[in-house]
């Protein structure tokens, strides 16, 4: 496959994300400040916001479990985890974190919960998703790759392509 | 960005290479903002700690031109971040934050930020900053020339008129810069000029600077002079211009908050700027704020003092109290200071008392400015615990013409109080023993320092003191605490506001201070009701207490600062006592305040910030005292007034008799407050506390 089809493969392979409303033109923002001299910034930026939230999302879950419920701290840890999924573009996962911040002002002790197994399933689907993504983007980096090579890194990102769009 | 950008083009070179210092303890955030600072081929600088990054602020302060925080930090509050770097290091502060509520972003605006952008971060937001940076060099230099001129002015006679229109003028300019303005740059002008090695301006140097310009009088303080009185080698008199600048925009802020108030009272007749002053004053009366020696100048800077006390359209009127608002805030790592920041607040003639509440309606504590205002920006007062009214804004009106009191802020005084309540407490005791108390007690609040490095805190402490101590005195020897107090205190917001409220009550009120206060908040019902606090007429006093104080305190209190406050100081009582009509308790506690007016300058002499006291406490339970004493004391004009009271001002208050004559002026003169005990010092008085 051509490396042009490849690269509007993997183009066209965040698209779903886009439309599924994962990501939004933060995301876009990302990529585009890498470049030649920045080759895998998004990988990076993205890679720490992993490490990142999953120290968040696991004060969360300590702060949940206290009793009572000490909203005002989870208020605090969930805009720390809404800023750094809004400078990635994690879209779904901003709304959540929105959600279960008033949850928290209305002392709803229930829905934050709630909101927050929501929220944990929407970062894990995003999180997979980035991480094929990723795996395409790296297939179809320019390398010197064979045809053969190329062939199947087009074969893979179609795959891809048909399971996101199921 | 393409390196053509600016390349060979010595006008766009400059935002190429901008240093940048970035700071958020959210790393994803952090990398990217550093990616996109990259981009716009700034020089970045990140750190995930504040306190790193103020570490490094402090070790070169030539090395940024730009400094980008996030508000919520673990290790510390980006506000606070905001808030010493704009005051210590006059760099133009950026605040980050994925909060888009307007409060907050109001109160980055009142902390001095120059923009406040949302996360997610994007470039084109980024690709603009620069023009923060060179804003700050074109203003700075722009208040410099300014500000020379209105050295000259203050050359020779207390033009308060004169300055206040210049400070009126340079506040109204300020006003539209908001904080930034405030911290004009320190060495830096024009990019295109050569960067001269930045003095630093330590707590000791600042000190003595401080001192300087308490001797002086905050009018007639002038670089030349300073320079002199400071006697430091290698300090030139350009390296003292502009800190005094910054030092009168220090003071300029902490009334900024009050601004609005102050523009009533401005309408009232007087001058805003003077007003301004006085609260700046405040804020920089600090100098031993607690938070660091820096932090002092940086409140200084917002001082403008000269015109503070044109605020109450009477020079005298400088009540400047604990203007320290905006400077003082950084009292921080006192901990209780009476939040100078709120010395913004304060100084809106917010008499309210800072923190307690007390708000003894004249005495904005200056701390807790919020009467005035509602605490914005006066978040730096709220250190004032010492509650003691910590924002004893004592308008001082120069009893002249309306009452327009200057809140001052004296707010900002209390930052020092706060501390140590309980030192006003003791001073208070004194008071009550009576009439000595007038020289100690005022400043027992001053004792209350100890704690704190500021004065500030002292004061608010002694407002409280003083107000109890006035209550039981009543007399002029509380007053003269509280005086004393102020001048300490000036620091002080909260010792302000009791100390103006006392002011207040001694310009120019009978013998029973207490009683005169009323009369004065009446007049200054004119000005904005509430904030009108009742400029304490304690003008002519408060100019010989001022003096004196500084005199006397530095003995005392080497920590306040307060030496300057006294000069200023009395001025920088803005206690803003509202005068509702509830001029009675003003007036209670306005006597007092004259007393300690012109207590302070005995106290100097004797005690500084014993005399305080009395007062100060006197007018906690006014609360209302809300006084600004825009102790315009700098303007001179308020101790000019002062007839008789001269006399007793030579120190050592502990002429009660003095106070008295005094106060029986100043009843002839006016009943409303003249600003000239306040002027004194408004922030002396607040240093009192």
Not at chain 1, 53 to 73: G, H, M, T, W, Y
Not at chain 1, 85 to 107: D, L, P, W
Not at chain 1, 147 to 156: P, R, T
Not at chain 2, 80 to 88: A, F, H, N, S, T
Request: charged residues 20%.
């Amino acid at each position: 496959m051509e490396r042009n089809q490849l690269h509007r493969l993997v183009a066209l392979s965040r698209q779903p994300l886009f439309d599924q409303g994962f990501l939004d033109e933060q995301f876009l923002q990302l990529e585009e400040l890498q470049d030649d001299a920045n080759p895998n910034f998004v990988e990076e930026v993205v890679t720490l916001y992993y490490r990142d939230s999953a120290r968040l999302i696991l004060n969360i879950e300590q702060a949940l479990e206290r009793n009572p419920l000490d909203f005002n701290k989870l208020d605090i840890l969930m805009h720390q985890f809404k800023g750094s999924s809004s400078s990635i573009g994690a879209k779904k996962v901003k709304a959540e974190c929105t959600f279960f911040r008033e949850n928290c002002r209305a002392g709803n002790g229930e829905g934050c919960i709630r909101t927050f197994q929501q929220l944990k399933k929407e970062y894990a689907t995003l999180r997979k998703k980035l991480e094929a993504y990723f795996q395409l983007r790296l297939h179809a980096a320019p390398s010197e790759k064979s045809v053969a090579e190329e062939e199947m890194a087009g074969i893979h990102l179609k795959m891809f392509l048909v399971s996101e769009a199921l | 960005m393409t390196v053509e950008q600016g390349i060979g083009q010595p006008r766009d070179q400059f935002p190429i290479g901008m240093r940048v210092l970035a700071v958020d303890d959210d790393p994803t955030c952090l990398l990217l903002l550093e990616t996109l600072l990259r981009r716009c081929q700034y020089h970045v600088t990140t750190t995930s700690q504040a306190i790193a990054a103020l570490k490094m602020l402090r070790e070169n302060k030539n090395k940024f031109d730009l400094v980008i925080s996030d508000v919520h930090m673990p290790d510390m509050d980006g506000f606070k971040l905001l808030e010493l770097v704009g005051l210590e290091m006059d760099l133009p502060v950026i605040m980050l934050s994925a909060n888009s509520d307007p409060k907050l972003v109001m109160k980055g605006i009142s902390h001095g930020a120059c923009d406040y952008l949302l996360k997610p971060v994007r470039m084109e937001e980024l690709k603009n900053i620069w023009q923060h940076v060179i804003r700050r060099r074109k203003f700075n230099n722009k208040d410099r020339n300014h500000f020379d001129n209105q050295d000259k002015l203050h050359h020779g006679s207390s033009e308060a008129t004169a300055d206040q229109k210049l400070n009126k003028k340079r506040k109204d300019q300020n006003e539209d810069e908001d904080e930034d303005r405030d911290d004009n740059e320190h060495e830096n002008e024009d990019p295109t000029t050569q960067k001269k090695p930045r003095v630093v301006w330590s707590v000791e140097l600042h000190r003595k600077f401080v001192a300087a310009v308490n001797q002086l009088g905050i009018d007639k303080a002038v670089p030349k002079k300073i320079l002199d009185l400071m006697n430091v080698e290698k300090l030139t008199r350009e390296n003292v211009a502009s800190h005094l600048q910054k030092y009168r925009l220090y003071l300029k802020r902490i009334s900024t908050v009050a601004n609005q108030q102050a523009n009533m009272v401005a309408a009232l007749g007087s001058t805003d700027s003077s007003y301004l002053q006085m609260s700046s004053v405040n804020g920089l009366g600090f100098p031993n704020l607690a938070g660091t020696g820096q932090f002092h100048n940086a409140a200084f800077r917002s001082l403008p003092p000269s015109g503070m006390l044109g605020r109450l359209n009477s020079p005298a009127a400088l009540g400047m109290c604990g203007l320290p608002s905006s400077g003082v805030i950084q009292i921080g790592p006192l901990p209780t200071p009476g939040h100078l920041t709120n010395c913004q607040s304060q100084f809106q003639s917010i008499v309210h008392t800072g923190n307690d509440g007390n708000v003894l309606q004249g005495m904005p504590m200056s701390l807790e400015v919020d009467q005035i205002q509602p605490n914005k920006g006066v978040t730096y007062i709220r250190e004032l615990p010492t509650d003691v009214n910590n924002t004893t804004t004592f308008s001082v009106s120069n009893g002249f013409q309306d009452a327009k009191i200057m809140a001052s802020s004296s707010n900002s005084a209390f930052l020092g109080v706060s501390n140590k309540p309980l030192m006003l407490e003791g001073s208070v005791q004194e008071v009550q023993d009576g009439r000595q108390f007038g020289k100690q007690s005022s400043l027992t609040v001053a004792s209350l320092d100890s704690g704190f490095s500021s004065n500030f805190l002292d004061h608010g402490r002694c407002n409280d003191s003083w107000s109890s101590a006035v209550q039981s005195t009543g007399d002029q020897s509380n007053s003269f605490g509280i005086n004393d107090c102020f001048k300490q205190a000036t620091l002080l917001p909260s010792n302000i506001r009791d100390s103006m409220s006392t002011m207040a009550l001694q310009s120019g009120n009978n013998p029973s201070q207490v009683s005169s206060i009323s009369t004065v908040p009446i007049h200054l019902q004119d000005s904005k009701a509430d904030l009108q606090c009742q400029i304490a007429s304690i003008r002519s006093n408060t100019r010989q207490i001022i003096n004196n104080a500084p005199q006397g305190w530095d003995d005392q209190s080497q920590r306040r600062d307060a030496t300057y406050h006294s000069n200023a100081e009395c001025s920088s009582i803005n206690s803003v006592i509202p005068n509702h009509g509830t001029g009675s308790p003003m007036g209670q506690s306005l006597d007092p305040n004259n007393a300690i007016f012109q207590k302070t300058k005995s106290f100097n002499s004797t005690r500084q910030s014993d005399i305080v006291d009395p007062f100060l406490l006197k007018h906690n339970e006014v609360d209302n005292l809300a006084m600004e004493t825009l102790m315009s004391s700098n303007d001179g004009y308020v101790i000019g007034q002062q007839k008789p009271q001269g006399s007793y001002f030579s120190n050592n208050f502990g002429s009660l008799d003095d106070l008295e004559s005094v106060m029986v002026k100043q009843e002839q003169d006016k009943v409303t407050i003249t600003e000239e005990e306040f002027g004194f010092g408004s922030y002396s008085l607040r240093t009192c506390m």
